[in-house]
């Protein structure tokens, strides 16, 4: 284990209400700022759980009124948050690449149908099983106005985010 600045202790070890702790959690959360240009009136929260805590938190935290979310199905882990948001609303899927013979591709986004009136659009930005990733996401079809969840947990950080 690691003894964290000669504390005697790893970071794993320590209370997350330590003044060491909290250091690091400022330091994490200054150097995120940065890295992503995120601005001071955006929160950053750090939770645990990765993508398929927020399959449900997507749901959950975003749909407010509305009863229907877009999802766009393009392998593994879009098609595990796509099943998991139809417990909780009317699943609209956009497009969908991905079958049970664990073909996976993205659809032309010209294809995309989305539905104006859902909440939001689901995608994963790297679908990892199948080893592919969006070079960038195609703003131009979202509509005015509709959130975009991406799921980046597997590459957060490795590019610009718009």
Known sequence: ??????????????????????EIAVQCEKNLREILEIPENFEVFFLQGGASFMFAGACFNLLGDKKKANYLTTGLW????????????????????????????????????????????HYCDNETVHGFEFNEFPFHVLPEGMLLVGDMCSNLCTKKIQ
């Open 1 to 22: 284990m690691m003894n964290y600045q000669n504390k005697g202790l790893s970071v794993m070890e320590m209370s997350h209400r330590s003044k060491n702790f909290i």
């Open 78 to 121: 879009s098609k595990n948050a796509t099943n998991e948001a139809k417990k909780f609303c009317e699943v609209v899927e956009v497009a969908s690449t991905y079958d049970v013979k664990n073909n996976a591709n993205i659809a032309d986004p010209s294809t995309w149908k989305i539905d104006p009136e859902g909440a939001y659009l």
